[in-house]
């Protein structure tokens, strides 16, 4: 892991700046009305009580509809409103200690289940941060100081019981004294640096040096800096900065993936390349061809959204995770999706059916569940509970892949690909309130009814 630099989003909206792979955002700056009636909704559901007997059944569902209209409200501002990634992109998010204590812990956890990677909050008021009632990995104690951290370090300690980041906002401050700050870090916490660029300087190379320079002592992705309501040339110089190259012309390795993980092809990425990325949200890349900046698909129409950027673990090397464009989406000049010939598995499936949705041939038994949705309806509960009753390793397999074509099939004609899928999974893992995860009577009756009906 490297440690990095990241945007902070204050007056700002986020931009594609956010595709280095966290942020952090003041909804009460940012827009606040829509923000205060998520806060007022999630207290409405704190203060629904759910101890009086003869009320408790009722109540209980009461707090649990104001429980998911307030995520659904969430989930709202961050992926409309503010355009944010939750995927995939790491949003911590700053709250109001007095928000958190008002709403009993609801806001908080209500904010991570729609998609916050951390909720952010004064770390002085350990009261807030106890009632969160959240993993202390996703906690962030935040403090703002002048020009030393010395004054507050008890407070930093005692706040590290609840979080394991420790953030510390200053006004100024010298290299020496950012250093010696990060220094302090500990295997109890992390400590991230938040400051405005220009608290440092308005010059833009002199910025990503002094951000490299800070953050050089940090050791194994311990630590950070945030910069906030940086341009895109602020935070792509300075996150360039936390790399490293042993390449004469300066370039970076690229892999280039896709939401699975799939590697699609290796470019190159120069700083300015990684800036010009960060500034349309597109995959931008160096060709040494042409000898200049190479943004994918101009000419040939398979363009990218960029989602992502990351460091690898020693530093010299860059992923950036992308949507493929185009018809048919295709990374590879040769006109397939990946520079290493046709996909597999899955992916490979996928390609197939997206096929035969556009042009089946005669007597296709794709084409055929495409036009019938009760057929393709039957089969997938025919073949799911074969899946359940499935025991050796062999049978399993053989009806797991039965299910995967059928579920494939039911997704492809309602226009979702593996890849959505993907995103849907890495935003429910962002999640803290569980379900019991009962099975449900009245989903299990309309099965049965489906498998015993007669042909």
């Known amino acids: ?10 007056c700002q909206s986020p931009g594609a700046s956010q595709a280095v792979g966290k942020c952090r955002i003041y909804p009460e700056d940012l827009c606040k009305i829509e923000f205060r009636s998520i806060v007022q909704k999630n207290i409405e559901q704190a203060n629904v009580d759910v101890e009086d007997k003869e009320t408790k059944d009722a109540n209980k569902k009461l707090r649990k509809k104001y429980m998911k209209e307030g995520v659904g409200m969430a989930k709202k501002l961050l992926m409309e409103t503010l355009n944010l990634d939750v995927s995939i992109v790491d949003v911590e998010i700053y709250v109001n200690p007095e928000d958190i204590i008002d709403s009993d812990g609801c806001l908080a956890a209500c904010l991570l289940d729609a998609g916050c990677h951390a909720i952010v909050t004064d770390g002085s008021s ?29 407070a930093i300690r005692e706040a590290a019981s609840f979080s394991s980041v420790i953030s510390i906002e200053f006004s100024s401050a010298t290299v020496e004294t950012l250093q010696n700050v990060l220094q302090q870090q500990t295997k109890e916490f992390d400590i991230v640096i938040q400051i405005h660029p220009q608290t440092i300087t308005d010059n833009v190379e002199q910025l990503a040096s002094t951000v490299g320079t800070v953050l050089s002592v940090c050791k194994d992705g311990h630590g950070a800096m945030t910069l906030i309501d940086p341009s895109p040339s602020q935070v792509g110089l300075s996150y360039a900065a936390c790399m490293r190259t042993d390449r004469p012309d300066g370039l970076f390795t690229t892999v280039v993936c896709n939401r699975s ?16 990325a960060l500034e349309c949200g597109r995959g931008v890349y160096y060709s040494r061809s042409r000898n200049g900046l190479w943004r994918k698909g101009d000419t040939s129409g398979h363009y990218q959204i960029l989602h992502r950027l990351d ?33 597999r598995g899955l992916r490979h499936l996928e390609q197939t059916l997206s096929d035969r949705l556009q042009s089946a041939p005669e007597g296709s038994y794709t084409k055929r569940l495409f036009d019938d949705p009760e057929l393709l309806r039957d089969k997938l509960v025919e073949e799911a509970q074969e899946l359940s009753e499935a025991n050796d390793k062999v049978h399993v397999a053989e009806e797991l892949a039965d299910v995967l074509y059928f579920a494939m099939t039911k997704a ?44």
């Not at 673990?313 to 397939?336: E, I, K």
Request: aromatic share 6%.
């Open 1 to 10: 892991m490297t440690s990095i630099a990241y945007p902070t989003f204050k």
């Open 126 to 154: 350990s009261k807030a941060c106890d009632i969160a009632k959240i993993p202390r990995d996703r906690l962030v104690s935040h403090f703002e100081v002048a020009d030393s951290a010395s004054e507050i370090m008890e």
């Open 261 to 276: 993980g799939e590697a699609l092809g290796l470019v190159y990425s120069s700083k300015e390349s990684i800036v010009a």
């Open 311 to 343: 460091v690898d673990c020693d530093s010299d090397a860059l992923r950036f995770t992308v949507t493929q464009r185009g018809d048919p989406p295709a990374f590879c000049h040769l006109n397939t999706l990946t520079c290493w010939g046709e996909p």
């Open 412 to 455: 492809i004609k309602a226009g979702i690909s593996i890849d959505d899928a993907v995103a849907e999974l890495d935003r429910r893992t962002r999640k803290v309130t569980r379900r019991k995860g009962d099975s449900k009577a009245f989903r299990i009756a309309a099965g049965n009814e489906i498998l015993n009906k007669e042909e």
